[in-house]
């Protein structure tokens, strides 16, 4: 066959592809995680695995199960949430009040905006040590660490979203008469949205980070105490159970932000939109 | 149609504007009459889109004395449409009264957008844009209205269509206008008068004495053509 008459099937087959292929990627994506899966509950129960390093996923799910069954994680389960709440109201508020007098006005920027880019150098956690000092052990401790872990990608986001703006719009909204406070109504606000959003997202991420260090501090419930615990009776499984609804909680927080996300921003995607 | 205020709708005197060492604007003298449409003419960088940023009142730091009196709406070059508003919203947006969306679904239509109000921006070709910018600035009900090269974005037959619509929109709302263009054909088919920017200075300030409706082919339009392209120092062609 020459050259020539090769040429127009192969184009041929990449424009046919896409159709097909999403589906069939998906199911390959899948392959490797499920041989994982497999490959743990297996050699954990013929004993290559030692039970007590890596029990098999079978008896994760069962002491999950249990766990829930007897309401013990519902309990730990809602400490952690409320303090992981608590933390994201506070730093989200501050962050949106700092971030908007930073970005708004240029007094303020000059005020706000050094102490807070210095202070970013710090990676937060290695703070524990000297927030024990400050607040203690307790519960303002754990609140404490998560609000700073979420202060700043919410800052800079909005910061950086206010930047963003484009002045041309700015003016055009001027020229149509609109004042100061229009202008950030009609204008800044919703332009600032999308990065908000995204601050919003890795300000979660960023909580439950702090939360899963926090948690392991001198703690009498929440899921990092579940797991702190079971570590000390060697119950491993339970310290999995423990990992496992961190990450659930990371998935289910960032699903319902996307969502969340989608719903406000349809001005985004155009014609897909009415 | 609103009655017009009588007397000028722009006057300006010594209007100058620096940018570092660079004099942009050196003395200004401008008069705009009621109704008048005046096409703003000048080579890259003379200053036309300082001049009218000046007028729009988006310039602190001018120097001079200017005045605009009635109402005042922008075109600018790009549609400069909010995103994340409708096009209703868009046109509405900072007009004051209780019958707003009447007035919006009016200027629609007039651009010939009739039926679009609920469209985003991003769903609209280039021109629909541009003529959503249009109404935008009509549903203001301006005296004066100020467009920097409003179809300089477009493509040739879309920016024939704009001129025409323009032409029509004067007739019907007897707006005044400064139109700032590139284009020495558009500025003939358009104006009441042309100004040449050049230097900080307006260099030449020619009437067209022509009746509406224009077309290229009219006796009078090429000997202006003629006399304007001299004025921006293009060499005449063979
Ligand atoms: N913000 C600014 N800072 C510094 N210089 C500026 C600024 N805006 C405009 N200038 C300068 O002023 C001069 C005139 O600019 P202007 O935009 O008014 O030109 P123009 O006549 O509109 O040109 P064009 O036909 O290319 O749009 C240019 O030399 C430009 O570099
Ligand atoms: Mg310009």
Redesign the interface.
């Known amino acids: 066959m020459t050259e020539l008459a090769t040429r127009p099937s192969a184009t041929a087959q990449k424009t046919a592809r896409p159709a097909a292929r999403p589906n069939r990627r998906r199911w390959r994506r899948l392959t490797t995680p499920v041989v994982l899966v497999v490959l743990w509950e297996t050699s954990s129960r013929v004993g290559v695995l030692p039970e007590e390093k890596l029990p098999p996923i079978s008896e994760v799910v069962r002491a999950g199960w249990r766990l829930a069954e007897d309401g013990t994680l519902a309990t730990h389960l809602l400490d952690s949430l409320a303090r992981a709440g608590a933390g994201l109201a506070i730093g989200v508020g501050l962050a949106l009040v700092l971030g908007s007098i930073a970005g708004l006005l240029r007094l303020g920027d000059d005020l706000v905006d050094p102490p807070v880019q210095m202070a970013r150098m710090l990676p937060h956690l290695a703070l524990v040590p000297l927030l024990i000092i400050w607040v203690g052990i307790g519960e303002s401790l754990k609140v404490t660490l998560v609000a700073l872990g979420v202060f700043y990608p919410m800052y800079f986001n909005l910061y950086a979203g206010i930047r963003d703006i484009d002045e041309?719009?700015v003016?055009?909204?001027?020229?149509?008469?609109?004042g100061a406070v229009?202008r950030i109504r009609?204008?800044v606000l919703?332009?600032t949205?999308p990065a908000l959003f995204l601050g919003l997202r890795l300000a979660t991420g960023a909580a439950w980070l702090s939360l899963v260090v926090g948690e392991t501090v001198a703690t009498q419930s929440g899921i990092g105490f579940l797991m702190m615990e079971a570590r000390e009776f060697s119950q491993t499984n339970v310290v999995l159970v423990g990992l496992f609804i961190y990450a659930l909680l990371g998935l289910l927080s960032d699903l319902i932000l996307r969502a969340v996300e989608r719903r406000t921003?349809?001005?985004?995607?155009?014609?897909q939109?009415? | 149609m609103a009655t017009r205020p009588t007397g000028d709708v722009v006057t300006a005197t010594g209007v100058r504007r620096v940018f570092g060492d660079t004099v942009v604007l050196d003395g200004i003298d401008l008069t705009i009459g009621s109704g008048e449409v005046v096409a703003l003419l000048g080579g890259s960088g003379s200053g036309k889109t300082t001049l009218l940023r000046i007028l729009a009142g988006l310039d602190q730091d001018a120097t001079g004395d200017w005045q605009v009196r009635g109402n005042l709406a922008v075109v600018f070059q790009e549609h400069r449409l909010l995103p994340w508003k409708r096009v209703a919203d868009n046109v509405a947006l900072g007009v004051p009264g209780p019958d707003v969306q009447r007035r919006t679904a009016a200027a629609l239509t007039e651009v010939g957008l009739a039926g679009r109000e609920r469209a985003w921006p991003a769903e609209l070709s280039g021109g629909q844009s541009q003529r959503v910018a249009v109404a935008r600035a009509l549903v203001r009900e301006p005296d004066l209205l100020l467009l920097d090269e409003p179809f300089g974005a477009l493509d040739a037959l879309t920016r024939l269509r704009m001129q025409a619509l323009f032409g029509r929109l004067r007739a019907e709302h007897g707006f005044a206008a400064l139109l700032v263009t590139h284009d020495v054909e558009e500025a003939l088919l358009l104006a009441d008068r042309t100004l040449v920017l050049a230097g900080g200075r307006v260099v030449d300030d020619t009437p067209v004495p022509l009746t509406h409706p224009r077309a290229p082919d009219d006796p009078g339009f090429g000997a202006l053509r003629r006399h304007l392209l001299d004025r921006l120092g293009v060499p005449a062609a063979a």
Do not use: K, N
């Open positions: 041309r719009l003016e055009a909204a001027r020229t149509c008469g609109l229009a009609h204008v919703p332009g949205l921003l349809t001005w985004r995607r155009g014609l939109a009415t």
